[in-house]
Structures are given as structure tokens and as C-alpha cells.
């Protein structure tokens, strides 16, 4: 009987021991994340004010410049000349029915491009007969700049969006099915194999092996055709001499000399573009979180 008891007295001391240590455990662990998270917080501001800093630094420059270099104004405005007419812009809708007509153009462009870029990328992928017939018309085509194809567009098409849109297409196809090539001859073929073994052909290769496993070059494919559409639509709105549209918003400053007009638009332009690549960065979070 004492001996049970002394056997049962030291487990207890001994349980109690052990939940002692992982209590000191915990509390280290408590201690240690603390400084993570205080860590993860100053690096957050740290990227934050390097993101910042150099744009700030630019705009000291360009006040400094302008006001006290005697810079003349059409070579460069002052920043309040140029906040002055991109607040009357925004105001008066300007901004944002131009704005409306280079977001249709664009995003339309890249549309038609996905869907003939997608589908042709991985027929020459998988068909070396196809590749070699066709690679060397598409190198061509991306050769040939895209100021020198509008106006044939539009002596086909006529005046209007239409031509642009199939310019912003234009642009954007070569990028996207050079990488969507690159995405589907790079996938491990031991892997397809396995796939095989298991039954897999036809779409459900395509579906659950090929497509995941090349996504990462599809999805930089779309990153990169997506910001090049605005190219593709202010290429057109130049060259096709329209009322609408950024790119006929910045012909017209440039033909009237208003360069604030000019710089205003620009700034919309950066801001239209880093929403374009804003969302397709939360496209590819939710590739990842899908896949």
C-alpha cells in the first residue's frame, strides 16, 4: 500500500512538474511573439515610408524646380498648376468619362486576347507542327510597332473604338501566349505521366493537372498583358485623333500647350494603371488560395 502510494505521489509531482514546463513554455512563447509582432509591424512601416520616400523626394524636387529654378512652364508646370487641373478635371467629369472610354477599350482588348491567347498558346505548346507554322507570324507581328498598324486598323475598321480595342489585342496577344507556351512545356512531364497512369486524359488533364501546374506563367502572362492594354488603347486613342478617351485628353494638351492639362493626365494614367495591376495581384492571391 505505501508503495502504490508513493508511486501514485510521484506521478502526480511529476505531472505537476511537466505542466509547470509547458505553462514556462507558453509564457516564453508569449514573450517571443510579442517582439514578431512588433518586428512585423515596424518592417510594415519601413516598406512603407520606402515606397513613399522617393515619390515625396520627387515632388520636393519638382516644387523646388519650378518655384525657385524660374523653370519655364511649358517645359514644366508648377504642382499646384497641375493639382489645380486635375481637381477641376475630376470635377467637372472630364476625368472620369474619358477615363470610362480607356477602361472599355483596354479591358475589352485584353478580354479578346485571353480568349485567343489562352487557347493558341497551348495548341502550339502541345503541337510542334502548329508552333512552327505559326510562331514565326507572330514574332513578326509583335516586330512591327503598334503606331504603324493603327492606322491600318483604322482605314479597315473606321473610326471609333473598334480599332483600338483590336489594337489593344494586338499588344497584349504576344506576351500572353509566349507565356502560356513557356507555362505548358515547362510542366514536369513525370508528373503528367503519374496522371496518365491514374486515367487522366483529355480535359481532366487539362483541368486538374496541366492548367494548375502552368498557372504560375498564365497568371504572369495576365499581369503582364492586363497593364499593356492601356498601351495598346492609348495608341489608338493618338493615332486614331478622337474627342474621347485619356490618350485624346492628352493630344489636347499637348496641341494647346497646356501642360497641366498634360501632367493631369498622366497622373491619372499611373493611377489607372496601378488599379490594373492592383487587381490582378489580388487575382493571383486568389489563384493561390484556390489551387
Known sequence: MSVTTSNSRYALSRTRQYAAELDLNSEHRRDRSAPASIVKAKR????????TAPG??????WYSGTTFGHINALLLPTPTDVFT???????????????????????????????????????????????TAIQPYLSA?????????????????????????????????????????????????????????EGASGW???AHI?????????LAAIRTGFTLSITGALVGE??????????????????????PLLFATLIVLAVLATIYYSSTWLLVKWAQAAY
Open 44 to 51: 510594415q512601416i519601413l516598406s512603407l515610408l520606402l515606397a
Open 141 to 197: 507581328g509583335q516586330a512591327i510597332p503598334a503606331i504603324v498598324i493603327a492606322p491600318v486598323l483604322i482605314i479597315w475598321l473606321g473610326y471609333g473604338q473598334m480599332p483600338t480595342l483590336f489594337l489593344c489585342m494586338l499588344v497584349v496577344l504576344f506576351p500572353m501566349v509566349i507565356n502560356t507556351v513557356l507555362g505548358i512545356e515547362t510542366i514536369d512531364h513525370t508528373l503528367v505521366d503519374a496522371a496518365r497512369v
Open 204 to 206: 481532366s488533364m487539362l
Open 85 to 131: 487641373a486635375l481637381s477641376s478635371g475630376i470635377g467637372s467629369g472630364m476625368y472620369l468619362s474619358n477615363t470610362f472610354v480607356t477602361v472599355q477599350e483596354s479591358v475589352g482588348g485584353f478580354l479578346l486576347a485571353v480568349i485567343i491567347a489562352l487557347p493558341l498558346g497551348y495548341a502550339l505548346a502541345k503541337s510542334r507542327l502548329l508552333a
Open 238 to 259: 493618338f493615332v486614331s485623333g478622337g474627342d474621347q478617351g485619356l490618350g485624346s485628353l492628352a493630344m489636347v494638351g499637348l496641341h494647346q500647350y497646356n501642360t
Open 56 to 61: 515625396l523626394l520627387l515632388l520636393a524636387i
Open 210 to 218: 496541366e492548367f494548375p501546374l502552368a498557372l504560375p506563367a498564365i
